[in-house]
T-cell receptor, first 116, second 116 residues
Framework: AQKVTQAQTEISVVEKEDVTLDCVYE???????LFWYKQPPSGELVFLIR??????QNEISGRYSWNFQKSTSSFNFTITASQVVDSAVYFC?????????????FGKGTRLHILP | EPEVTQTPSHQVTQMGQEVILRCVPI?????FYWYRQILGQKVEFLVS????????KSEIFDDQFSVERPDGSNFTLKIRSTKLEDSAMYFC??????????????FGDGTRLSIL
């Protein structure tokens, strides 16, 4: 069965600090996709990244970086030099390629507070 | 950039009434989805739709729910007789080619459904 665990329910850091959001996943499929979404207080889901299971290279996009480690089934997300606008709920998610329809299974989310 | 649009942004309905949530997916997309997010909880898959039929549905998607693509552009979610526990944010999503696409699912901004 597919499952995504985000053990950190809520994190608070002071602006300019770095913060890492943890994500651990379970899947029986060898081909799968991992995602991170941001949900600001306005409620919409903002797509941040999609990574397929064959690409273990870490990715950096501005202040955001992602560390994908298949050996530990983890796909962690780091925000460097955090800003107040980064305050949001962040969801890690998984989609198995065996599912023809590509449904996405979300973790419970981590609520991130960036304090000024 | 093309977007998935959902209407209305907020729907208030009396318990027991029928409600229809509307979505206009991106025009060349072939897969369509509904997800639900109860306040403060994770985003949950409800149903996927491809080639004018349901591809997969979760256990949440019981006989009270139905989906339709009535005119080739809209994609609707109907709840026949709403219950208090149907209060949630409902997200529509669409994707181009399912698992084989390099593009992720595109989410709409959601419809907040409040059942009184």
């Amino acid at each position: 069965a597919q499952k995504v665990t985000q053990a950190q329910t809520e994190i608070s850091v002071v602006e300019k600090e770095d913060v890492t959001l943890d994500c651990v996943y379970e899947t029986r499929d060898t081909t799968y996709y991992l995602f991170w979404y941001k949900q600001p207080p306005s409620g919409e889901l903002v797509f941040l990244i999609r990574r397929n299971s064959f690409d273990e290279q870490n990715e950096i996009s501005g202040r955001y970086s992602w560390n994908f480690q298949k050996s530990t089934s983890s796909f962690n997300f780091t925000i460097t030099a955090s800003q107040v606008v980064d305050s949001a709920v962040y969801f890690c998610a998984l989609s198995e390629a065996m599912n023809r329809d590509d449904k996405i299974i979300f973790g419970k989310g981590t609520r991130l507070h960036i304090l000024p | 950039e093309p977007e998935v649009t959902q209407t209305p942004s907020h729907q208030v309905t009396q318990m027991g009434q029928e409600v229809i949530l509307r979505c206009v997916p991106i025009s060349n997309h072939l897969y369509f989805y509904w997800y639900r997010q109860i306040l403060g909880q994770k985003v949950e898959f409800l149903v996927s739709f491809y080639n004018n039929e349901i591809s997969e549905k979760s256990e949440i998607f019981d006989d009270q729910f139905s989906v339709e693509r009535p005119d080739g552009s809209n994609f609707t979610l109907k709840i026949r007789s709403t219950k208090l526990e149907d209060s949630a944010m409902y997200f529509c999503a669409s994707s181009e080619l399912g698992s084989y696409s390099n593009q992720p699912q595109h989410f709409g901004d959601g419809t907040r459904l409040s059942i009184l």
